[in-house]
């Protein structure tokens, strides 16, 4: 028998294991033949097998889209009252190599052996095959015996191996695990937070936050230097505090992720270099991911704790932050994410900063202006709405630009204050951040409808404010989507997002990153991993 | 001077093995152990990719050196002078690494090891030694010559200055394009053996974030 694990991996949907039937004799026999091209069973050997009552075979049918069929399949004989039992074959189809396939259909039939009440389950293996050895190795099965010539023509000798059952339940619970819900811990350094998360699949284990942001007050805006300084100072004890949170120990993690983009370079750098460390010490895959595509990924999460959800697909993402304004269509959260627009000058979050300053408000300028907002007029002027004329539809149909804006508000409040007339405030601020909202919604809105998705998914700082959940509601529910909202606390930068799309994009199947990447600041969101 | 315990010695400290990691100039990782010596040293003058190759080139010396993490005594960071961008990068890496080897930090500065180096190589007496600070400045570190036992006094810096204005001028002076791991490594095993000091778990930037504090908002109308 033979398990090569040694091929290029591709990414596909997790097979579905389902018991064999006749019916899948030639599908069976098509992949068995591939597969033991010198040795291959007859169809007759392999028609008994699966109608024998002795036998269990299990095979691996594709998921979802793509190409459907059997791309896997398993045989395990276990005679009645008989404490012994036989791996009587397994075959993974070369595409689905390397993602686990094997590993899942060996531990399906040790079970089978366990309700059959063996006691010890037997394999031969080829001795030239050592990916398969290890995969049996690491699955508790010790070498017994060599017989010798067993594998003709080719005249190889055979490995005879032995798992005595029960299956230690550590080892089987590594195993069922790593895959579909690996433990991963995220860093996020793309920015002024240094976040570190850590997941169990879609489970929140822990989401830990050190800021800078008072560092950052006094200059106005996130200055790059002082949050990359930060970042050093923080990130030890930040890591530190969500191991013990998650009540994990380092050495247990499936893999690491950060973040490599986009975002500051000199920020990302430290986060970059030191998830690369982190992985060669415990020895564990590194996957480096797309920030904007993980700020969709948080709709995963359960603040709390919780299990977790899958994202509805597909669905428009609207990522508003200090430092991020993009509008995306995501297809599928580990395969196909499209950058529908963004914006062309400041960020969202950047203009509520400006105007704060201009208003005489402290930073960060979000939360100010909502405040002194509350009870100003939104219709109280008409601040323009940057790239919303028919003209600038036509070729910025979803990108956004608030540089326009801040200066109108500047201007006008100059005006004000040149005239020797009092600011009303709250008014300005209530009519700012009313247009800031307007286009923000109007162009998601929009791309729900001409994309014909009817779900937004919200993400970023920006959604902190009030009055963006408020008006997100109002004309989502107006025109028939479905409105997600991550918790606030997945909603700014942390790196519990970042854990878990690396989860799911381990669980896909996906390769890990290697170590050779670096800090893309401009990193497109087409690439949801490098 | 005696030091108590600067690290903590464990029961698993066999012979000392450090890995050690700069990236103050371009990018240097070693490891070294106070009998072997350097073990294994890979070292790039690219000061553009720290970030890229760290992650390969600790996984490329461990290998070499034929040391599992587990094996290490502890992880020597380079602390600079050097150009933050970079330096950041070899400091996060070694302090990544020791928390998940379960290991020490060891903060050295970095010119100690070109001063070692230049010592090693022959050098007798006062040193001056120099690395690009970038923006047409540069860092640098005096030393008196060797202790008895081989060790750099350093007796001045490190400081930072503009290429008119080094101070020390008088001195033999040697410029550095790189900083080896492997010398940085060697001496965090003498000063360890000897029982002195290492230097402090801080960065040495040296220079100010490239920032005024905000003076309020600008007009946008004439």
Not at chain 1, 24 to 29: P, T, W
Not at chain 1, 241 to 248: F, L, P
Not at chain 1, 378 to 384: H, L, S, V, Y
Not at chain 1, 428 to 445: G, N, P, T
Request: with cysteine.
């Amino acid at each position: 028998m033979t398990a090569d694990a040694a091929s290029a991996s591709a990414p596909v949907p997790p097979p579905v294991l389902r018991r064999a039937t006749m019916a899948d004799l030639d599908a069976i026999m098509s992949l068995e033949t591939s597969t033991f091209v010198t040795d291959a069973w007859s169809p007759a050997m392999m028609r008994s097998e699966l109608r024998s009552e002795h036998s269990y075979y299990l095979v691996a049918e594709r998921a979802g889209s793509g190409e459907p069929g059997v791309v896997g399949y398993a045989g395990l004989r276990a005679v009645n009252g008989s404490t012994d039992a036989d791996i009587q074959t397994i075959a993974v189809a070369p595409a689905v190599r390397r993602a686990g396939l094997g590993r899942s259909l060996m531990l399906a039939l040790i079970d089978e052996a366990e309700r059959r009440d063996a006691r010890e389950v037997f394999l031969e293996v080829r001795a030239d095959n050592p990916g398969a050895q290890r995969l049996y190795a690491s699955l508790g099965f010790e070498q017994l015996a060599v017989r010798p010539h067993y594998y003709q023509p080719d005249d190889v000798d055979a490995l005879v191996m032995r798992l005595t059952l029960p299956m230690q339940d550590a080892l089987r619970s590594a195993h069922t695990n790593s895959r579909a819900e690996p433990l991963v811990l995220g860093i996020e350094t793309s920015c002024d937070e240094t976040g570190i998360g850590i997941v169990r699949g879609t489970r929140l284990l822990a989401n830990v936050i050190a800021s800078s942001m008072d560092e950052h007050a006094r200059y106005g805006g996130v200055v790059p230097e002082v949050a990359a300084r930060a970042h050093l100072e923080a990130l030890e004890p930040t890591i530190t505090e969500a191991v013990a949170r998650a009540g994990i120990r380092l050495e247990e993690l499936d893999a690491i992720a950060v973040t490599c983009g986009p975002g500051l370079a000199g920020a990302l750098m430290v986060g970059v270099g030191a998830a690369k460390a982190l992985a060669v010490a415990l020895d564990k895959p590194l996957y480096g991911v797309n920030h904007l595509v993980g700020h969709v990924g948080a709709d995963l999460l359960d603040a709390d704790g919780g299990q977790g959800r899958e994202i509805e697909l597909p669905t428009i993402a609207l990522l508003v932050s200090g430092g991020h304004t993009s509008l995306l269509h995501v297809r599928s959260l580990t395969d196909d994410v499209e950058l529908l627009g963004e914006t062309i000058d400041d960020a969202a979050g950047e203009a509520f900063d400006k105007v704060a300053r201009v208003l005489g408000l402290p930073y960060p300028g979000g939360p100010q202006i909502d405040r002194v907002a509350a009870t100003g007029d939104p219709n109280a002027i008409r601040f323009p709405r940057g790239l919303t004329l028919p003209k600038d539809m036509a070729k910025h149909r979803y990108d956004f630009s608030f540089s326009g804006l801040k200066t109108a508000v500047a201007r006008w409040v100059e005006k004000r204050e040149d005239a020797g007339e009092p600011v009303p405030v709250a008014d300005v601020a209530a009519s700012f951040r009313e247009a800031v909202v307007d286009v923000l919604l109007r162009k998601a809105i929009a791309a729900c409808v001409d994309r014909e998705v009817p779900r937004l998914l919200l993400g970023g700082g920006v959604v902190a404010n009030a009055r963006v959940r408020q008006l997100a509601k109002e004309r989502t529910d107006a025109a028939g989507i479905a409105l997600r909202i991550p918790a606030l606390s997945l909603c700014t930068d942390n790196g519990a997002m970042i854990a878990a799309l690396a989860a799911q994009r381990i669980a896909a199947g996906h390769a890990p990153s290697g170590l050779d990447f670096g800090a893309d600041s401009t990193l497109p969101v087409t690439d949801i991993q490098v | 001077m005696v030091v108590e315990k600067p690290w903590c010695l464990r029961a698993d400290y066999a012979g000392g093995m450090l890995l050690a990691i700069d990236t103050s100039a371009g990018t240097s990782v070693a490891v070294v152990d106070l009998e072997g010596g350097v073990l294994s040293e890979l070292t790039t003058v690219d000061t553009m990719r720290h970030a890229e190759v760290i992650g390969g080139m600790v996984r490329d010396a461990l290998a070499q050196a034929s040391v599992t993490p587990a094996r290490l005594s502890g992880v020597v960071a380079g602390m600079g002078p050097g150009p933050f961008t970079g330096l950041r990068v070899g400091i996060a890496a070694a302090k990544a690494f020791a928390l998940g080897a379960g290991k020490p930090l060891v903060p050295i500065v970095s010119h100690d090891a070109v001063a070692l180096e230049r010592y090693s190589a022959g050098h007798t007496g006062p040193l001056l030694v120099v690395t690009d600070a970038r923006r047409r400045e540069l860092y640098w570190s005096a030393y008196g010559g060797v202790d008895v036992l081989g060790i750099p006094l350093r007796s001045g810096g490190p400081g930072l200055a503009k290429p008119a204005e080094v101070p020390h001028a008088d001195l033999p002076r040697y410029d550095a394009a790189s900083v080896s791991a492997g010398q940085l490594g060697l001496l965090a095993e003498w000063l360890y053996a000897h029982r002195r000091p290492f230097a402090e778990d801080r960065p040495l930037y040296l220079r100010s974030p490239d920032v005024t504090p905000s003076t309020g908002p600008k007009r946008v109308t004439a």
